[in-house]
């Protein structure tokens, strides 16, 4: 894949995040299915867009990862649900 691409998805991801950041104010995002894949690589520069786009005292406090748990996200949130289901 060429930069140019990863770059220009990089910046399109930023804005979306920064839009999100600006409406939400969260905490932390957690990026996650392929996209996490890619790392720093994409999520740094998406970082930076935040931090041009979104409001300065939030963007300086969200804190944008990758998701630990990869590819099996759906089943451990599955199995989580479904606990939580038996227990209530």
Known sequence: MSLGVVSQAATYLGIGLANLVNLLNPEMIVIGGGLSKMGELL?????QVVRERAFPLLSRAVRILPAQ???DA????????AWQQTTH
């Open 69 to 71: 748990l990869g590819d």
């Open 43 to 47: 999520l740094e520069p998406a970082r």
């Open 74 to 81: 759906g089943v451990f949130g599955a199995a989580v649900f």
